[in-house]
């Protein structure tokens, strides 16, 4: 029925944009990451004989393993030749949407070296890393003890007669598991252990304790080590387990910047130490998945949007042209289902520049002794963590739906993204314990401001500033909202509010406050425990994360470049901000609707009234929707997709995959198909009873 190609569909899509999909893509993804990713799109595209990932669906995880080493081979000689810095290996790693076994090395262990190690030790621990001359992994979690980091059962005791210390797994449940990088590859292990000095326990730090050796990559004495086995995704990362028996390092090992463990067992600290700096790698790699959840989810909507723009289905009545079934993207639901999720695409990766900032600072102001950020950067990494992961995960498995019975194929790209992805949701802090650690920021935030109406001292309105945005909230509504009679949103209309990112964001902040200090009240006046409000404070970090994302939307919005390039793509970028706030605001009434005090003219219609406008924002959305994935850069390397190849052969695409199964082809497809009817199809067929 169908008279246009699916190319030719896509080259409709893209037929007199209104804006320019790259100048979108530096403005939303940054010229820095542009070029890096050009960079390492290059350097796949040159060694293509050893990156082409196109066959790794038909592959075993030990027949990927090994392609993947191979690439990891190359990948560390050139660093090590000075060919390749670190930075291009990470984007390698991206533009081939493949962790290999050296990623924990890379994001982890060098990571913690670099922010916990004295001189002395990263001479002789982080150089030969930054060499790929030993190999790491960050030895945290144990098979009984995750989130829970103080309760770790790994005890590294100092043993005053030798110098050393003395690791040791006491049980079963000490045993350190998930530890990527460790199944197959590492020779050091960067383990966090109960520190025992004196038989007095001084906390959780990490040591530096080999585990293979150097020359012939056995496990050393007393190191039980080895790979965890299959998991639902992440194949091609070998995440492994160790205990130890008694295993001897030298003092030295233990990472000194922020404690100090002297030859007679003397423990000091540096003065004005936040003792939780020790889980700084955490924070850092929290912020890191922040800053990549974004680029993830742009494959999969970059597919989602694709595929569903040139796959047709059923005839519109009041088309012109009976004769053409109609692009899926064109219908309402499908809408409502997917542009959400490009909004919310564009919503990360542009918050993770404001972010990210905020984190470098911070991380600046403890390289200085200044460690007064570090509570509100880790209760805004918990928070953003939770949101991106959940927004991310399953905003691929929304997309996976959205390409129909294709998207249950290997070859639309979604089923392995959606599977190597989730365990973000898990590691790092399990979703639901970091939204309590955010709560509890939010809470004793707006406990001290009503006990000592603490304020910022720039902060005496709510704005887009550089304070902590949550002070700005109760600044602007400190829990009189009977009597507050300023809201900017009364008497505008729904339209207004929609098309006024100040507006929306005021609307977030207040149902942040009202919900902060509803639970402030039943905790610290009610004296309800913590516990008692566990399923609220998931709400709590739901709605404070939802409003940061939108407040570091906008600020990096702010930022547009004042030029007529860049006045083309302003309104499509308030376009995703409005889409995002008010999904947001209406993802569920009840919130917003438990705010509605005297004077806030928060009602039901007022309510449907921006469900109204959402769902206009759709229809603006949808001519556009194509190019604002374009404008997202990923790669077909990345994408690996038939649904959503940038030429829109489809059909083409999946049949030649299928094609190239091995069960296909004319040696082993012939082979293995004889055998098994020789055995197993044939005397069914011939009704031999012979078993």
């Known amino acids: 029925m169908s008279t246009l190609t699916t190319a030719d569909t896509l080259a409709l899509e893209r037929k007199n944009a209104p804006f320019d999909t790259s100048t979108m893509d530096t403005f939303i993804n940054g010229q820095k990451w542009v070029d890096i990713r050009k960079k390492a799109h290059d350097f796949v595209t040159k060694h293509s004989d050893v990156f082409c990932m196109r066959d790794t669906y038909f592959m075993s995880r030990e027949e990927i393993l090994e392609k993947v080493l191979k690439q990891e081979k190359l990948v560390a000689q050139l660093i090590q030749k000075g060919e390749l810095d670190h930075e291009l290996s990470l984007a390698i ?56 980091v103080r309760g770790l059962e790994t005890t590294a005791t100092f043993i005053p007669e030798t110098d050393e210390f003395e690791i040791n797994s006491p049980t079963i449940s000490s045993t350190k598991w998930w530890l990527g990088a460790l199944g197959i590859v590492a020779t050091h292990a960067c383990v966090m252990a109960q520190l025992i000095v004196n038989n007095k326990k001084h906390g959780i730090f990490p040591i530096i304790v080999p585990v293979r050796s150097l020359k012939d990559h056995k496990p050393l004495p007393g190191v039980h080590v080895g790979d965890i086995g299959p998991k639902m995704g992440f194949n091609t990362v070998d995440n492994g387990f ?24 003397n423990v000091t600290r540096p003065e004005n130490v936040d003792p939780r700096v020790t889980y700084s790698t955490m924070v850092f790699v929290r912020a890191g998945i922040v800053n990549n959840m974004g680029k993830e989810l742009a494959k999969a909507v970059t597919i989602a949007t694709r595929y569903t723009a040139v796959r047709r289905q059923f005839s519109d009545p009041a088309s012109t042209n009976k004769h053409q079934e109609t692009p899926v993207l064109d219908y309402q639901i499908v809408q409502h289902r997917l542009i959400p999720l490009i909004a919310k695409t564009y919503a990360m990766l542009a918050m993770s520049h404001e972010f990210y900032k905020q984190y470098e600072i911070c991380k600046a102001e403890i390289e200085d002794g200044n460690f007064s950020k570090l509570k509100e950067i880790h209760a805004v990494s918990c928070g953003l963590k939770k949101w991106c992961t959940d927004t991310t995960i399953y905003g691929v498995d929304t997309c996976r739906h959205l390409c129909g019975g294709h998207g249950f194929s290997e070859f639309s790209g979604l089923n392995s993204a959606f599977a190597n992805l989730y365990p973000n949701i898990i590691w790092e802090g399990d979703n639901f314990v970091l939204a309590q650690q955010t709560a ?31 002070n700005d909230v109760f600044v602007k509504y400190p829990n009189n909202f009977e009597t507050c009679t300023d809201y900017p949103w009364i008497n505008k209309s729904a339209s207004q509010i929609c098309s006024s990112p100040e507006l929306l964001i005021e609307l977030l902040a207040y149902r942040l406050s009202s919900i902060s200090f509803e639970l402030t009240n039943r905790h610290y006046n009610l004296n309800e425990s913590f516990n008692d409000i566990l399923v609220p404070v998931q709400t709590l970090s739901t709605v404070y994360s939802e409003y940061m994302v939108c407040y570091y939307f906008y600020r990096h919005l702010t930022k547009l470049p004042n030029s007529p390039e860049y006045s083309k793509i302003k309104q499509p970028l308030l376009l995703m901000f409005s889409i995002t706030a008010l999904s947001f605001l209406t993802r569920n009434k009840g919130e917003l609707l438990s705010c509605s005090h005297r004077n806030s003219q928060i009602t039901p219609k007022f309510i449907s009234n921006l469900e109204s406008e959402l769902i206009n924002c759709y229809s603006n959305a949808r001519s556009i929707a194509v190019l604002l994935v374009d404008s997202l850069g990923i790669p077909d390397s990345k994408l690996n997709s038939s649904l959503g190849i940038s030429n829109g052969q489809v059909y083409e695409d999946y049949v030649s995959r299928a094609l190239e199964n091995p069960l296909n082809n004319d040696t082993f497809g012939d082979r293995t198909r004889s055998r098994w009817f020789n055995q197993y199809i044939g005397p069914i067929l011939k009704g031999s009873n012979k078993l």
């Open 93 to 148: 790693t991206y533009v081939q949407d493949t962790s290999g076994p050296f990623r924990l090395h890379r994001s982890m262990f060098m990571p913690t070296l670099e922010r916990q190690a004295n001189d002395e030790q990263k001479i002789a621990f982080l150089e030969p890393a930054r060499k790929y001359q030993i190999l790491g992994c960050y030895a945290q979690t144990e098979v009984g003890h995750g989130s829970n």
């Open 242 to 265: 160790v205990n130890f028996d008694k295993v001897r390092v030298p003092r030295f090992n233990l990472l000194q910047r922020y404690i100090n463990v002297d030859r007679n067992g």
């Open 440 to 470: 509890r920021y939010i809470l004793k935030s707006a406990h001290a401001f009503e006990q000592n109406k603490l304020l910022p001292a720039n902060a005496t309105s709510h704005k887009i500033s550089n304070s902590d945005p949550t």
